[in-house]
């Protein structure tokens, strides 16, 4: 028996996420299928690129074989993985682009700007330090969409306060314990001389804070992250970490999948829904406990 | 030979996997059974099987290569820099890419030979290298806006997607060279026994280059059948696709201790590969078990073939 | 036409051959003698390009000769059979023979033809029945060692550099071997023959050369050398007699086989070895002498017979199980399944041994150094020091470091496989001294040779097989050569 | 023994090379050479040194273990999950951590000796296995919440780190273990050549199977000691970790092809690669270029070493 074979009406929606092993996108991912499995009569299938553009695209290829009613796509890059979009307009299947853009524009965009994404946290920096001091910057992979936008943003506020130093910056490819050896070596060799570090994610963020909280430096320094993450949220409720940078996963995975049942049944969807990005500190914290 | 010719036999154990595989997964989901989703698995095994055919001659002669996909997104990003609509003729940038890639792969070889270092070391430092300069070339951003005459190449010919023809040209090309040639047979000799090929006169030096230019230059044609598929130059491409194509290489039966291998297993081992992740995806398993699932598929596979070969 | 001039090796320090001077004339047969690690096997490898010299140069056609590599030496005209069997497991025996000889057409792609039928006429010619289309691995060591020879003879070269080609080979291969040197002869190559088997130097040579310690002691036509003169030049002393007198066995029967099988090799294979005793398994190569010598000691089991030892039943799965009844063995296959090369001679000696010299799991490197240090003296094994690496030892030596650590371990029943191959005259003497001491105290001794003059005077009983199955056991005292190889000879 | 002891001299080109980066780096920085630093260099080799000495055994006996990041970030995710404060004693979660460990690396050795599946493939399994599997016992989260009695294991003793403190044990431990028991001897001499080891009455498949346990526990401990370090057990940690390991070990002098090698060139390997990274934060150099000086200074150094030990 064909235990996939799809019941008479039911409808078949193909998610592909970027990286579940990173924990933004688990937490969007989980949202999508949480979502989904509220929905009767809808049938979700997710995978796994593991940040490979190569690799979704066969998982986007898998999908057009499947038939698939409609596809939520998480796209692992702007530029790369725009050749998969084009496959899916080609096919007719309806397409919902989520948490990044590609060149090629999908039916409907659910998600926020990572460019805003690092501006906001680094703005958040030069108001802490009045605009006036040295920063740190933990880089993502080198050349992944969402280092280059969250690095741009960045940039755009140095620009803006001439007081603000980028002392250094390097890349800790989004991993916590890769954060935490750079900001031990960066603590020997520039000590004193920074007084904030801004995490291109939370994961990065809590690295730099143990560290920093190791040597006994954390007062001295102000430490933001991006995505608020649970243990992010924690931190900032503790008062250890400064502030991190929200990004709605939830209302994202929902809009997707709302956005999805919509043009599977050929009703009109709105092209694009930004879920804006908002600053999370310790005074607007209970906002985004659940 | 029969040393080759017993091979697809050999490998029946590898052929029953693949088969049961098949068959549970075309009893399991309407669609892994159709011309479409050939044609899909096809595709998304080629990169892969460039590569895996470019290192199994590598691994034949007892070496490794572990910079494949370092040099894959350094041949894609060297690729798409020329590839720019309107500025040199579509083979100026194919040619770039190979070049690249063999440029790689005969510093690999020379390392290896001349300096007497390990591969595992000189792989693994063309790996942060490769790397490297693929971000220092690109400025750290992916190279796009390539023109449609190099998009092209993955496309369709005759219904045919061009990497699909590309790996089968390439895989042919490999099993007759190994096969037939001179040179092919003495791969096998020096990844049998080193020191008894140099005492036969072998130019076992010569030969352990040409294996790692080879293989650099096959890396390179997956950089830039890559950065067509993709559309861009990304100098982040390729992580961990050395890994994948030495497993298809393993599986398909190469020694890792060099001298024993063919490219009809390699192909086996490629498909192994492919038919698993294309359909674990159709079946909608969720992925952290997918990749449990993979895991022990290939090591059930390789065990069954192990176990019926020696019987 | 070949000459060496003041040729000196060194390895790390330690000079293996020092300005040792030798010219090699047109087609003559050139002995080259010298006991275990005196330099025969590095001069060859000197002339065949596979080590570049220290000092002096080689003179060849009349010039200078600097090969950088065998392949320069092979174009040139220099092949050499090398002492240390060096086959390429996965290759057919035809690809090993034509290995960088290929027969090819232009664009490099080999004639499978010609490749096949080029090795089977060389392998005709050394009357060899092997199929050269079969993987090397299936090959025993001597039919590995007939391959290696019909590389080096497939080359057509004009001076053959022969490093003990007979070590591994029955008088039957011999004999072709010896046939086709007389046709290379005639046809003007030089052949450079090493070997420790005293009488083919005289069935064979022209002129002998002799090496001790790296130096060159003499050169001097065969006709005025008898073996006494030449074993007291190599070894630097008179030797008495070879073989020492055996003493009667007792009638405690030790190790008792009955209806060993393992189709296809050799089938109720029966024989009992007594306390004191001496028997030698003898027969012609590929009789399964080994085989069953191997399932003894668990290497292969049999897949049915039994084994008894002391009159008790054992079952023997592996090594393990041999060692801990009493059973030890040094087995033909000295690269295969003797050295551990990278291990210094000393931990190889005592890896058998290893619980003597450990208290529970703890090493007593004292305890450990002393007993290396007796057996290296006791077998006078040439080394530079205990932590040498054993593959760095000349042939003769690693074969008597894999005695010693055999002896180590006081078994009850010793096999020997070929167990003089590659051995010079002296320490043949020793080894065949302590054969007989052991037989002495009470010790059995199970013996496989394919040297005739070994087993007749050596073994009290001579069990032949031939093709797998008993054909005779005849008592040694009463037997002699022709007899044995009449059992051991197909019907 | 001798064979053992002569070691540290003959890896004097590789002490050169880390004396000379060193040197460069005290000229470079005003940072690098100060006890400090030093303690901060020694801890972040830490992980990496327990699993270089754990994978030490596995590649002497001719073998290789792909698996150990995985492993690390699965006993991590195990322990954590048990060491939520107030629930148990701080020893139950250290525990599940290196039974997690063991028990991964037996799994492997059981394949390995058992099964006469190729390491290579057996670990590549592991690889996927026991990350899909972090990834499903923690839900794909990391597992926070973190007693500080565990945590504290990341701290300092008498101004050292305890994670120094355990690799220096471990480190300690292993070469007394290879140097001076049966079973050290052993496992050199089955990866300097199996069959005459087993000829000789060595039990070879009990000696696999407790290198690959050894390594096991050891990648466990690397596990525990990540979580304290990090705070969590993170599913998704130890990425490529194991590529680290082995290359510090191959640096160090040993053989992939077994049988040869000791811990004290896995120390220097260790502390060579430590010291780069180090250096080259200190110095500031741009992630790009870090790829490529990285890579150039470990083949240079392997190059340097091994020429020296030539001559
Ligand atoms: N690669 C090497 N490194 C160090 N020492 C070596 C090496 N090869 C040979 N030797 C040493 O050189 C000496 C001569 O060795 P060689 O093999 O030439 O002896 P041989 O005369 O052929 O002896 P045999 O009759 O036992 O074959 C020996 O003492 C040996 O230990
Ligand atoms: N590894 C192997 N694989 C296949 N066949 C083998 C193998 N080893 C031996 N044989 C075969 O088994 C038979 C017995 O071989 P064995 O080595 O016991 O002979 P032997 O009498 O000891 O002769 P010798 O040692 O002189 O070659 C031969 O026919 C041989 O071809
Ligand atoms: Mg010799
Ligand atoms: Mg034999």
């Keep these: 028996k064909k235990t996939e074979a799809r019941k008479e009406g039911e409808i078949l929606i193909g998610f592909s996420s970027r990286d579940l092993s990173a924990e933004y996108t688990a937490k969007l991912s989980e949202a999508v299928v949480d979502y989904a499995n509220t929905k009767p009569g809808v049938k979700l299938v997710m995978v796994d690129a593991q940040s490979d553009v190569q690799k979704q695209f066969s998982q986007v290829e898998n999908f057009i074989a499947q038939k698939v009613d409609a596809i939520i796509l998480n796209p692992c890059e702007l530029e790369a993985s725009t050749p998969a979009v084009d496959r899916i307009k080609a096919s007719g299947i309806p397409l919902v682009l989520v948490n990044q853009v590609t060149k090629s524009a999908g039916d409907s965009y659910i998600g926020s700007n990572d460019f805003d994404a690092g501006r906001i946290a680094m703005e958040a920096i030069a108001k802490k330090l009045k605009g006036q001091g040295g920063v740190l910057m933990l880089h993502g992979i080198m050349g992944t969409s969402a280092q280059l936008q969250r690095e741009a943003g960045a940039r755009e506020v140095f620009a803006k306060y001439p007081g603000l130093k980028l002392v250094d910056h390097q890349t800790a490819s989004w991993d916590r314990a890769k954060a935490m050896a750079l900001t031990e070596n960066w603590i020997q060799a520039h000590k004193g001389k920074f007084q904030a570090i801004f995490a291109h994610n939370d994961e990065m963020a809590m690295g730099a804070l143990l560290a920093l909280e190791r040597a006994g430096l954390k007062k001295d320094v102000t430490v933001i992250g991006i995505d608020a993450i649970a243990q992010a949220l924690t931190a900032v409720k503790e008062g250890r970490l400064d502030a991190t940078v929200f990004q709605d996963a939830v209302g994202q995975g929902k809009g997707s999948v709302d956005a999805a049942l919509l043009l599977a049944k050929k009703q009109p969807c709105p092209k694009e829904t930004m879920i804006p990005f908002k600053l999370v500190t310790r005074d607007n914290l209970s906002e985004f406990l659940k | 030979m029969p040393a080759l010719d017993r091979n697809l036999l050999h490998r029946f154990g590898l052929l029953l996997v693949i088969l049961l595989v098949g068959l549970a997964l075309s009893l399991w989901t309407d669609t892994f059974l159709s011309l479409a989703n050939f044609t899909n698995v096809a595709r998304q095994v080629s990169i892969n099987g460039i590569l895996a055919v470019g290192v199994t001659f590598v691994l034949l002669t007892a070496g490794v290569d572990l910079s494949l996909g370092s040099v894959v997104a350094l041949s894609g990003v060297a690729c798409a820099t020329f590839a720019h609509p309107g500025e040199y003729s579509v083979f100026v940038p194919i040619a770039v890419g190979l070049l690249t890639g063999t440029a790689c792969g005969l510093v690999n070889g ?155 297993g390699t192909l086996l081992g490629v498909l192994l590969i492919g038919v698993i992740n294309n359909g674990l995806d159709l079946m909608g398993v969720s992925s952290y078990y997918q990749a449990v699932i993979k895991g022990v598929i290939i090591v059930g596979a390789v065990w069954l073939d192990r176990r019926q070969a020696r019987s | 036409m070949l000459r060496a001039l003041e040729l000196r090796k060194d390895f790390g320090g330690l000079t293996v051959l020092q300005s040792t001077s030798v010219d090699f004339r047109p087609g003559e047969v050139h002995a080259l003698m010298g006991e275990n690690g005196a330099g025969k096997s590095t001069l060859m490898k000197v002339l065949a390009g596979l080590y570049r010299p220290d000092g002096g140069h080689i003179e060849w056609r009349g010039g200078h000769a600097d090969f950088a590599s065998p392949h320069e030496a092979l174009v040139a005209g220099i092949a050499m059979i090398h002492q240390e069997l060096m086959p390429i497991l996965d290759l057919t025996v035809a690809e090993n023979i034509t290995l960088g000889a290929e027969p090819c057409d232009r664009l490099g792609r080999i004639d499978k033809e010609a490749q096949l039928h080029r090795a089977s006429e060389l392998l005709g010619e050394l009357e060899a029945d092997i199929d050269p289309s079969r993987l090397m691995r299936t090959l025993t060591v001597a039919q590995t060692q007939v391959v290696e020879i019909a590389k080096a003879l497939g080359r057509n070269a004009d001076v053959i550099l022969m490093d003990e080609p007979t070590a591994a080979l029955s008088d039957h291969e011999v004999a072709a071997l010896f046939r086709f040197i007389a046709r290379l002869k005639a046809r003007g190559v030089t052949i450079v023959y090493t070997t420790h088997k005293m009488d083919e130097v005289f069935r064979l040579a022209d002129r002998i050369s002799v090496l001790r310690d790296g130096n060159l002691v003499g050169t001097a036509p065969a006709s005025e050398m008898n073996p006494a003169k030449l074993i007291t030049m190599m070894v630097g002393r008179e030797l008495a007699d070879v073989f020492p007198v055996r003493q009667p066995p007792t009638d405690e029967i030790l190790l008792e086989v009955s209806g060993l099988t393992r189709e296809p090799s050799y089938r109720n294979v029966s024989f009992q070895v007594r306390r004191g005793e001496v028997v030698a398994l003898a027969g012609l190569m590929g009789a399964g002498r080994t085989e069953v010598a191997s399932a003894i000691y668990g290497l292969q089991p049999a897949s049915s017979g039994q084994i008894r030892l002391n009159g008790r039943a054992i079952s023997i799965r592996n090594p393990q199980d041999s060692l801990s009844a009493g059973i030890g063995m040094v087995t033909e296959d000295r690269k295969g399944l003797g050295l551990i090369p990278a291990l210094g001679v000393g931990q190889n000696i005592t890896l058998t041994a290893l619980r003597n010299f450990s208290k529970g799991q703890f090493l007593d490197h004292t305890a450990e150094a002393a007993a290396v240090g007796a057996q290296m003296a006791e077998f006078s094994i040439k080394s530079s020091g205990t932590s040498q690496p054993i593959s760095q030892l000349s042939g003769g030596n690693q074969q008597k470091a894999l005695l010693a650590r055999c002896l180590l371990g006081a078994p009850q029943l010793i096999i020997l496989d070929e167990p003089t191959r590659g051995i010079d005259i002296g320490a043949k003497a020793e080894i065949y001294a302590l054969i007989q001491k052991l037989a002495r105290a009470g010790k059995a001794v199970l013996l496989v040779s394919s040297e005739l003059p070994e087993v007749l005077s050596l073994a009290h009983r001579i069990v032949v097989l031939r093709r797998g199955s008993v054909s005779a056991t005849l008592e040694a005292t009463t037997t002699d050569q022709e007899t044995v190889l009449r059992h051991a000879m197909p019907l």
Aim: proline residues 4%; aromatic residues 8%; glycine residues 16%.
């Design chain 2, 110 to 264: 020379v390392l290896v030979t001349r300096g007497g270092v390990a591969p595992f070391i000189v792989t693994l430092g063309m790996m942060t290298i490769a790397r490297g300069l693929a971000l220092i070339f690109s400025g750290g951003r992916p190279v796009a806006n390539m023109s449609n005459e190099l998009t092209a190449l993955a496309g369709d010919i005759w219904g045919i997607p061009i990497p699909v023809l590309c790996f089968a040209g390439v895989a042919f090309v490999a099993w007759y060279f190994l096969r037939n040639f001179r040179l092919g047979r003495h791969i096998y000799a020096v990844g049998g026994n080193e020191n008894a090929a140099r005492a036969a006169g072998v130019p076992v030096e010569r030969v352990k280059l040409l294996a790692y230019g080879l293989c650099g230059l096959l890396t390179g044609l997956a950089g830039v059948v890559l950065a067509a598929r993709i559309t861009t130059g990304q100098p982040n491409a390729g992580q961990a696709y050395e890994l994948d194509a030495i497993a298809a290489v393993v599986i398909g039966g190469t020694s890792l201790a060099g001298g024993v291998g063919t490219i009809t």
